[in-house]
């Protein structure tokens, strides 16, 4: 298997859904149905927070959703846990800041798909620099889905890295709503990540139609 290229993963950042157990209000594999039939491109298992699932749990888990992907042609990423992305053989991993190192990521998940956070422009170079697909970058707006989030930065932060060369593919992440994708994606995104604009949903179908509508208009 290649390397994903570049506007393959651009198309695939454009609705990326992020949900762990405790952030959906209807059970897990209900949720993801559902952003699947609205349209979602991509979707990253982010079992973190308190009451999160562990171990035989957290592995079952994953499992189950991503059956639900495969079955469905959608991308699925583990977030964090490189050892699971492997043992269950994901389609790829998202790694912070204070995770391991990307450049040792890559090299252990070989072609398949990594996605490194960045708040600024070192650190969007320094991802680039250990062969990253994708670098997700936020916090956008305010969030509450994150207790250790960074201050928002506004899509500006976006544009301020579109115009210091970084060309590689950027989803914005943090607060994202349908009513504010679009600024995101004016900012030079090609994509928006969210969890509770789906996940908090009382019907994750129509919200993510509404965000995708939002994606897709402004593109
Ligand atoms: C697409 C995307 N972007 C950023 C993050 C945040 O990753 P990280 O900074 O490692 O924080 P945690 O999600 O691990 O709490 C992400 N998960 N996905
Ligand atoms: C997982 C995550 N990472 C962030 C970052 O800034 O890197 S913000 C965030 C939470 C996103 O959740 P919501 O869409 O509910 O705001
Ligand atoms: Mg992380």
New binding site residues.
């Given amino acids: 298997m290649a390397r994903i290229a570049s506007e393959e993963m651009k198309q695939r950042l454009k609705v990326?859904f992020?949900m762990g157990s405790v952030n959906c209000k209807k059970p897990p594999l209900e949720a993801l149905t559902e952003a699947i039939d609205g349209g979602i491109t991509l979707f990253?298992f982010?079992e973190?927070g308190s009451g999160a699932l562990v171990g035989e749990q957290k592995y079952e888990l994953a499992k189950q959703l991503q059956a639900i992907c495969q079955k469905r042609g959608i991308p699925f990423i583990v977030?964090?846990d490189v050892e699971l992305a492997l043992a269950i053989d994901a389609d790829g991993v998202?790694?912070?800041?204070?995770?391991e190192d990307a450049r040792i990521v890559r090299e252990k998940i070989g072609d398949k798909i990594l996605?490194v956070?960045a708040h600024n422009l070192e650190e969007a170079q320094a991802a680039v620099a250990a062969g990253a697909d994708?670098i997700?970058?936020?916090p956008i707006y305010p969030t509450k889905s994150?207790a250790?989030a960074k201050q928002a930065q506004g899509p500006g932060i976006i544009r301020l890295l579109r115009d210091h060369g970084i060309a590689i593919p950027i989803?914005g992440?943090g607060g994202i709503t349908a009513e504010n994708a679009g600024e995101v994606m004016s900012a030079g995104a090609d994509g928006v990540?969210v969890i509770s604009a789906i996940a908090s949903a009382s019907s994750p179908l129509l919200a993510t139609k509404q965000l995708a509508q939002a994606v897709f208009n402004n593109e």
Avoid at 94 to 99: N, V
């Fill in positions: 990326y992020i990253q982010r973190k977030n964090d998202h790694i912070g800041q204070d995770d996605g956070s994708y997700g970058v936020g994150k250790d989803v992440i990540s």
